[in-house]
């Protein structure tokens, strides 16, 4: 069993920064690859970016790539997303989620995800 908890959405100008924390429970954390997941208000849940059980392996969004960063501690049970140079279309619920399939070079899937955050909003001003 694994509990997660975003923390760090906020309200930031567009071309501003944010650093998104996904806090884990349990002792099997780091053998899940975490996903970062965003939904914004009348649209459908999408894949921004995944990262592998030992930090070595990443993946994004080609609308993300270059801009966010995807990190883990694995001794602080945690997953981060560097989020930079943000834009007003970045604007949604943000969610961490961990999922025990194996790793590939391809966008994760919601339904692959075996827990999931609460979600932390994160709204992006023109």
């Known amino acids: 069993q694994v509990q997660l908890v975003e923390s760090g959405g906020g309200l930031v100008q567009a071309g501003g920064s944010l650093r998104l924390s996904c806090a884990a429970s349990?002792?099997?954390?780091?053998?899940?690859?975490m996903v970062w997941f965003r939904q914004a208000p009348g649209k459908e849940r999408e894949f921004v970016a995944s990262?592998?059980?030992?930090?070595?392996?990443?993946y994004y969004a080609d609308s993300v790539k270059g801009r966010f960063t995807i990190s883990r501690d694995n001794a602080k049970n945690t997953v981060y997303l560097q989020m930079n140079s943000l834009k007003p279309e970045d604007t949604a619920v943000y969610y961490c989620?961990?999922?025990?399939?194996?790793?590939?070079?391809?966008?994760?899937?919601?339904?692959?995800?075996?827990?999931w955050g609460q979600g932390t909003q994160v709204t992006v001003s023109s």
């Open positions: 349990g002792r099997t954390f780091s053998s899940y690859n």
């Open positions: 989620a961990a999922d025990n399939t194996g790793w590939r070079n391809t966008p994760r899937y919601s339904y692959e995800a075996d827990y």
């Open positions: 990262i592998n059980w030992s930090g070595t392996r990443t």
